[in-house]
């Protein structure tokens, strides 16, 4: 029938001949390729027009073989081109990049409710059904921490920097300056502090999240009042003493860095690293004031580190997960598994955190938005929240049983031992992440 194929030899192959031979030999003309010679057309699909219309699902327009699929399975070329509805156009390719078909929320049901099974099924050579797992992961990745950015918020009104001190009355250059920022400051946080109180004495019996919530934001507040009355207090005595001895009034110190007894300065006291060399040690000094200036940026929108933060946390998983598969290359040497099984576990537990995330958040959000005050929804989202804690480290737990099948005692011994190490990596990483997003937002 098509070149290089036996349809004969194949498992049911004389049935596919019949069916080929049947939609190639009783069709219309149109459907029957016509041998000439010289100029003359190749195809009776050419109409007075001129144009062909051998795409209609008959032969393949590129070379005339008969198609029976989405792909000419002679020249490889797709039935489908551009010159189609735009909306078609749109879904090919949210299917193409994201895999969203049936295969989405048949991937998703058992990803966060049956530890181990996607594993199992890939391995046993079931990949059609779902997502693969790479795409899998990338996708929850990049919209878990999408959603984050848009549910977190660091703000709220108060920056996050005036919890060390406040850079009005950092720069102020005299002691009138330095009072009228202490007072302007503490006034903010005393209408926030009465705000608080009142939210907490409408907190009804039982809503511990709720209650937790408040009484942290009280306990912020007072903490940043106490730093802002100490650091007023450091300026006002240092503007005292310069006016008894008569020297020069301090200088404005706004939020500096500081490595060692003075404040980082790129000319009179960098950073030196002794083994690193001079074009090194220029670097990190570079990335140093890029930091101090985006720690005064802080004061006015705290929520650019959140935003810098969470966006750089898919690159930083991307660059553990490699990692996590080579420590299970190492816990299950005996098991003799490629490294790519192991890979396919990381990704498929990788995948499920991301999962178990953006669940979170979108439960967040929707107690923001459903349940503000105290109340039954709020209790519920609460309870949403603490079961998918409870899940991820039982999940990933009984999905390493179940993948590598080993007995009870030895799995627990490897998931305590594979966890801890994990988690110092990830440590690493976080710091990594700030200071790279505290640099870089």
């Known amino acids: 029938m098509g070149q290089g194929h036996d349809c004969s030899r194949a498992p049911g192959g004389g049935r596919w001949r019949r069916v080929v031979e049947a939609r190639y030999f009783s069709g219309s003309a149109a459907r029957m390729p016509m041998h000439t010679t010289g100029d003359a057309p190749t195809s009776a699909h050419e109409t007075s027009t001129g144009r ?10 590129n070379c005339g073989t008969p198609l029976l699929g989405d792909h000419c399975y002679a020249c490889g070329q797709p039935t489908k081109g551009l010159v189609r509805h735009f909306s078609s156009i749109v879904g090919d390719f949210f299917d193409s990049v994201f895999d969203y078909d049936a295969r989405t929320p048949r991937t998703l049901w058992p990803l966060l409710f049956k530890p181990g099974t996607l594993t199992l099924e890939y391995f046993a050579g079931h990949r059609v059904r779902y997502v693969s797992p790479v795409r899998l992961f990338f996708f929850l990745a990049i919209v878990t921490f999408f959603v984050g950015r848009l549910v977190i918020s660091f703000g709220d009104g108060q920056g996050v920097a005036n919890f060390g001190g406040n850079s009005a009355i950092e720069v102020a250059r005299s002691a009138e300056e330095v009072e009228k920022a202490r007072d302007e400051a503490l006034a903010g946080i005393d209408a926030s502090l009465a705000e608080v109180d009142a939210k907490l004495a409408q907190v009804a019996d039982g809503d511990t999240s709720a209650l937790v919530d408040q009484r942290i934001a009280r306990n912020t507040l007072r903490a940043t009042r106490n730093a802002i009355d100490r650091q007023a207090e450091e300026r006002l005595a240092a503007f005292r003493q310069s006016d008894e001895t008569g020297g020069p ?10 490595f060692g007894p003075e404040d980082w300065d790129p000319v009179t006291n960098p950073l030196v690293i002794g083994w690193l060399p001079q074009f090194a040690n220029d670097w990190i000094n570079r990335q140093v004031g890029r930091a101090e200036k985006n720690v005064q940026r802080l004061q006015d929108d705290p929520d650019l580190f ?6 750089a946390v898919p ?10 598969a080579l420590m299970l290359k190492l816990a299950y040497v005996f098991k003799r598994r490629l490294y790519m099984e192991h890979l396919i ?21 929707l107690r923001q938005w459903l349940a503000p005050n105290a109340g039954i929804g709020r209790t519920v989202f609460g309870i949403i929240e603490v079961a998918l804690w409870i899940w991820m480290p039982l999940y990933l737990l009984l999905m390493q049983k179940r993948v590598y099948g080993q007995g009870w005692p030895m799995t627990l011994l490897k998931y305590s031992v594979i966890g801890f190490c994990y988690f110092l990596l990830l440590a690493f990483g976080s710091v990594f992440t700030v200071l790279a997003s505290l640099v870089w937002m």
């Open 315 to 324: 690159p930083t998983l991307f660059v553990l997960l490699p990692l996590f």
């Open 345 to 365: 576990v990381a990704l498929h537990s990788h995948a499920f955190l991301c999962l178990a995330i953006l669940l979170m958040f979108v439960s967040m959000a």
């Open 249 to 258: 009034p301090p200088i404005p110190r706004p939020n500096r860095l500081t």
């Open 52 to 61: 062909s219309t051998t795409g209609t699902r008959g032969d393949c327009p």
């Open 306 to 311: 959140k935003d810098a933060l969470l966006g």
